[in-house]
């Protein structure tokens, strides 16, 4: 007898793969991670960098490594003494003077023979002058301590079209840093949830119940008892407990433990595991199975309420899922009930709209708890908000401190003439800054220690600050080419002299 | 030349401009005894020395952060040769390096690149190295992958202080990375919490249980387990797997695959059979990157005193948005290494040794692999020599009441590690 040859009706065959190619052992630790599917991903990207300072070689290392398919540095500079100190990608003095955006690709390059790098050495300006579109042919845009003005002339040309890139902006100053994401929206299907989908036995599907009940537990022989599985175990339990409680399931404490043992007390032997596994997965019986709550926002979004066939597919699968939940049910994905999963799939497909891949519906399916949209700013819409900068004073005044001392130095070097060096003072910083607030709104008590550290190091780029952003931006990046796990929504702002992180 | 605050004739003007910044004047959070100016640049140019434990997923970022903050005497330890899954990575390793040995490539590497930095190699274990070898650092440096290194490490350094002499309190920086999570943290031996005191925050690895590896396989890798753990012994005897060979692996995965088939379970792929029997644990280039810079920046407000440092544990999850928890974690009283008193151990009176020796394999905040126990005045039981295992092995039946008071002490050894643990023993029947 076996349990699961009633449950799974669909036959499977062995299909050997070979075994694995260089490209694959290349790849394998991350492969673990982010699938072929996320893998494929990165190797169609595209990604901009603007400038060659060791943050940026810092943030391309670890995108070139993991084998994006194309990466540009726009940078019109020649490498200086200055460069050549800080930089891994530069070859001491015997870089100095040559072309920075030249060297540093050179180097780079070499991390992984798969992946395209290419300098561009007209400066940034140029570019918003006379070929803006130039931009909108990239994955994603990343610009490492830009100067202000520039910037926001970046950030608004990309943020008019919803189909241009998005922008990561990064800025440092010795130990503190920040780094931002702007885009419109950000939809992500597989986010890799630490908590596996319901198994639904406070409401099983009827096969299952079925199932669950016909079989006869105490006259069964002692090996096939040890072998049911845990699921049956407790959907069964919960039915017969359902009968003698008003058709209700444990709800207080006392009813919860009385519960669990009387799981313990079925076993015939002291040493089944099934037994005690469906003892440790109890809390699954008393767990109401719904539609998660940020699932059923995601229902009622304009976009899927306003579904057009030219909608993303997301869109089209979040409103097959509306109706799908709307009768009642939700869908069950677990390789358990795999037949069942199988009948519900193809109901699922029928309320698509439009032809969305196999792969993609198996993911959606499989994630239907997880789903994520997230929506981004305009950079600079926190700024330029008085009232939410005050909440913020209230609300995270160590990461609004930080921010603000940063945004402080770029405003005062934007009043600067060109080339002249960046002295600024702590009187000068602190006026930026309470300029932006609302009259009468004091600066939080920790501005004071991280506009201090502005002052004191305003345009180093540290090595160990530079690696670290270098991998907070490159992890955020590989997680919104891949659209897998969720991305930063806001300000990830960085002190690294306490070694702390926050968001903003 | 020694005595240039700027270091070596390798230098160039303007080469420190960046880090000089930090070095020259001090922030609202230094410490007063900070020496700005030449002083501190003297000391971290021309004096510091440094041991960089690993040269692997952080030891190439380590030893690179090292050498561009101005540190030139580095040396680094590592025992493994450069694999072709290391690639995506361990960035100072290319394909014609495989097979090659980690430290050696990786001090090339960066003296080739960083003008003026000694890094010297050892390619070899840790525990070849005597206390005066580890005595010579001002600092180390641990990017170790493996809990048994981390733990000798540990251990050697918190037995290193002497009271008496505050240059042998060598601060030991940690670091680690699973996937999208990692975590750096300041060990000052004997001072602060040590890696021993957290040993319970370990992930416990996901262990099966045989019944249903056995009988009831739903994962597929309850079908990898069978075949590894069952038929591997049944169909080769005594020949030892070696999760390296390519052909092994193809054999478990063959039989795994038809295992899987017939209880009509799907997942069952080359690559996971790999990963559950080498235990591989996923690794990207960019959390390295964080957590070897965190360990880096460390170091490097330690040496320079430019900046206060972390106390004493950083914890990041960039799996949903970038998630990190700064905390002191505090020191444990019952630390085998760093607390001095015994552990209190309530048993069973119907415990057998051979029961408590189970305990103590897996009890989360013990982990001692193969431990021999004595107690002051007998031998309980021994893993080894020969003579003295056989001797001591009728032991292993007896109750523990037979042989030890209530209130009486046990002392837990193992080879493995520098260190024993003392367990008070009471009875709870
Ligand atoms: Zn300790």
Redesign the interface.
Known sequence: MSFTNSIDIEQSTVVIEAAPDNKTRRYDRQLRLWAASGQSALESSRILVISGSATSTSILKNLVLPGIGHFTILDPEKVTPEDAGNNFFLEGPSSIGKSRAEETVRLLVELNDGVEGKAEMRSLEEVLAKDKEWLSDFTIVIAHNLEAVLLDQLASFLWEDTSNPPLVIVRSSGFLAEVYIQYHEHAVIESHPETTQSLQIDKPFPALLEYAMSLDFENMDVTDHGHIPYVIILVRLLEEWKKTHNGSPPTTYAEKQEFKKSVLKMRKKADEENFEEAEAQAYRAWTTTTVPSEIRELFTEPKVLSLTPTSAPFFHLVHALSRFASTGSYIHLQKLYKARAEEEKAIFKSYLQVPVSEDMVDAFVKNSHALKLLKGKKWGALDADPQALANAVETAPKQLATHLALTALSSFATKQQPNAPLTPTMEALTNEALALLPPGTELPEEFEAAVGEVVRAPTADLPNTAALLGGVVAQEVIKMITKQYIPINGSCIIDLIETWTGVL | MASQPNGTSTD????????D??LN?????TDPAFLAGDGVKTFLRNQAKILVIGAGGLGC?IL??LA??GFKDIHVIDMDTID??N???Q?LF??KDVGQPKATVAAEFIMK???GVKVTPYFGKIQDKDDDYYLQFNLIICGLDSVEARRWMNATLVNLVDPENPESLKPMIDGGTE??KGQ?RVILPTITSCYECSLDMLNKPTAF?I??IA??P?LPEHCIEWASVLEWPRVHGDKKMDTDD?DH??WL??IA??R??E????GV???LT??VVKN???????????????C???A??IATSS????NNY?M?I?????Y?Y?FEHEKRDDCPVCGGEALEMTISSEMTIEQLIETLVEKQDIQIKKPSLSTPTKQIYLQAPPQLEKATRPNLEKKVSELVPPGGEVTVTATTLPFSLSLRISYST
Do not use: M
């Not at chain 2, 209880?263 to 799907?266: G, Q, T």
């Not at chain 2, 591989?280 to 965190?294: D, F, H, K, L, R």
């Open positions: 160039w003007p303007g080469r420190y401009y960046h880090i910044q930090v004047t001090p922030g609202p959070r970022e690179a952060n561009l903050t072709i899954s690639l995506n990575r960035f290319r394909q690149r960083v003008p996937g999208f750096a249980p019944c249903t009988n009831t739903r390519p692996i193809g995965y063959k695959a038809a899987a088939a209880f009509k379970i799907e792929t080359w690559s790999q990963g591989i644990i996923p690794a990207i280039a960019s959390t390295n990157a964080i957590i070897a810079a965190a880096c920046n460390e490097f407000k900046a206060a440092y972390l950083f990041l960039g799996t949903d948005g970038i990190s700064t």
